[in-house]
T-cell receptor, first 113, second 116 residues
Framework: DTEVTQTPKHLVMGMTNKKSLKCEQH?????MYWYKQKAKKPPELMFV???????INESVPSRFSPECPNSSLLNLHLHALQPEDSALYLC????????????FGQGTRLTVV | AQSVAQPEDQVNVAEGNPLTVKCTYS??????LFWYVQYPNRGLQFLLK??????LVKGSYGFEAEFNKSQTSFHLKKPSALVSDSALYFC??????????????FGSGTQLTVLP
């Protein structure tokens, strides 16, 4: 299994809603990432987990809350988002958070209304 | 700051012709360089990487890249372009962010269009 699976593929939420994005990998990778991508722009790093511990938080607003329940799962909890948070949210995993390539999921297209 | 740059927003090439997508890097120490491709409304697909060793790296779908230390470049190449190669291409580098992780930082992206 060489896939990173993200659910849901599409999500529309109101500014007062609470929702979660889910990411799963079964490649035994110990690093997992959340990226945010706007159209035609490069992905912007949000969070990095290494061995289930948060290693990097790129000054992301607290309305985004990551969670790594175990080495295969990564969640991103969303609350009180703004319309400008609408984007493609990408999850990725890598064997380590050091010098290897990362493998990306297909993303969740989030629209905040 | 450690980074990669893609000087061309758009590259157009005729089908069957060779293609080059340019990337330059600025890092201290040994660079760990990557190329990814993204099709519309999809995630990023890994193409190839340079960690150490041969300067010519071969990857997926017939792509290759040449690491040039003196020019600090890592250009992506393919001998004969296909219409299906049309996509958004990102160069990326691992940069030191903390004691336990190097984050993967992307260039601005190059839209490749292969004309039939």
């Amino acid at each position: 299994d060489t896939e990173v699976t993200q659910t849901p593929k599409h999500l529309v939420m109101g500014m007062t809603n609470k929702k979660s994005l889910k990411c799963e990998q079964h490649m035994g990778h110990r690093a997992m990432y959340w990226y945010k991508q706007k159209a035609k722009k490069p992905p912007e790093l949000m969070f990095v987990y290494s061995y289930e511990k948060l290693s990097i938080n790129e000054s992301v607003p607290s309305r985004f809350s990551p969670e790594c329940p175990n080495s295969s799962l990564l969640n991103l909890h969303l609350h009180a988002l703004q319309p400008e948070d609408s984007a493609l949210y990408l999850c990725a995993s890598a064997p380590t958070a050091w010098n290897t390539e990362a493998f990306f999921g297909q993303g969740t297209r989030l629209t905040v209304v | 700051a450690q980074s990669v740059a893609q000087p061309e927003d758009q590259v157009n090439v005729a089908e069957g012709n060779p293609l080059t997508v340019k990337c330059t890097y600025s890092v201290s120490g040994n660079p760990y360089l990557f190329w990814y491709v993204q099709y519309p409304n999809r995630g990023l697909q890994f193409l190839l990487k340079y960690i150490t060793g041969d300067n010519l790296v071969k990857g997926s779908y017939g792509f290759e890249a040449e690491f040039n230390k003196s020019q600090t470049s890592f250009h992506l190449k393919k001998p004969s372009a296909l219409v299906s190669d049309s996509a958004l291409y990102f160069c990326a580098v691992r940069v030191v962010s903390s004691g336990s992780a190097r984050q993967l930082t992307f260039g601005s992206g190059t839209q490749l269009t292969v004309l039939p």
